[in-house]
């Protein structure tokens, strides 16, 4: 898998945007003719059901992948969208923290079973709102991550703890991993906490932070009960152009990082 991509859209806060961003980042690379893989790590299945993957369509999931149940190949399956395909997952792996602790290479699970993958371009993987053992496998077998950032107070709280986290893993089990940025997420630019928290984010990160900002659009709330990225929902709202834009400054910084 040396020329795959693996993204960790990864934030320890919940409702930051973290699935919007996998799915919509996801179709659009798809869109652009990649061959692309979610991995759905959440147990609360959101990205599963935000690329038209209903309950009962998910026999074989991410759980079943980390314990080695099935294989990689086994528990992927399509999309309403060409190119874009999804390993689901259910509410049983909410229990994976506690399944898996206790084997020796329970950091490695997931790198393991990618290292199974030949024809993806992309695998983005959407983390848990927490630092568990879920998250740290997804860092583990990325080579970049994505931080999603929600333009609200407190934003950057936690953030240094992600970020040391990242640090970590770095000095450990994942030397090549790299931070690939930070996304403004809900930005909101007729409030000034959302301009505050953009000028905190830059002043203290610099060109980690995207210059996409993502707006707040009811669009983008919208789309995952029709299963469908925004992109394709409603094509023309702010979200959707939005979506496209940070899609294209992330495959320009995939080239800077070549270079
Ligand atoms: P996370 O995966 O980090 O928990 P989500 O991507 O699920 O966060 O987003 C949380 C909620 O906010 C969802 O209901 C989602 O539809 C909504 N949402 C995400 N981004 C936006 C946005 N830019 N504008 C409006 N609603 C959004
Ligand atoms: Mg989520």
Not at 5 to 32: D, P, Y
Not at 126 to 143: K, M, S, Y
Request: hydrophobic share 40%; glycine share 8%; charged share 20%.
């Amino acid at each position: 898998m040396t020329d795959t991509v693996v993204i960790a859209v990864a934030n320890q806060k919940g409702g930051v945007g973290k699935t919007t961003t996998a799915v919509n980042l996801g179709s659009e690379l798809a869109a652009k003719g990649n061959r692309t893989l979610i991995i759905d790590l959440d147990p609360q299945g959101n990205a599963s059901t935000g690329v038209g993957c209903p309950v009962k369509g998910r026999a074989a999931t991410s759980y079943d992948l980390l314990s080695g149940q099935h294989r990689l190949a086994e528990t992927v399956v399509e999309t309403v969208i060409e190119r874009l395909f999804l390993v689901p997952s259910t509410p049983d792996l909410s229990s994976g923290d506690i399944d898996f602790a206790s084997k020796p290479d329970r950091i490695r699970l997931l790198k393991t079973v990618l290292a199974d993958n030949e024809d993806f371009d992309y695998i983005l993987i959407d983390c848990p709102p927490a630092l568990g053992l879920l998250t740290i496998n997804a860092l583990v077998a990325a080579t970049s991550v994505l931080v999603p950032l929600q333009a609200e107070f407190y934003a950057l709280e936690g953030l240094s703890q992600l970020l040391m986290t990242v640090r970590e893993v770095r000095q450990g089990a994942n030397p090549d991993l790299r931070l690939d940025g930070v996304i403004l997420t809900m930005y909101d630019g007729r409030n000034n906490l959302s301009q505050q928290v953009e000028a905190d984010a830059r002043a203290t990160l610099g060109e980690l932070v995207y210059s996409t900002i993502i707006p707040r659009n009811v669009r983008i709330s919208e789309a995952p009960s029709h299963g469908l990225p925004v992109t394709i929902y409603d094509p023309a709202s702010s979200g959707s152009r939005a979506y496209k834009a940070l899609t294209q400054e992330f495959l320009s910084r995939q080239m800077e990082m070549q270079v």
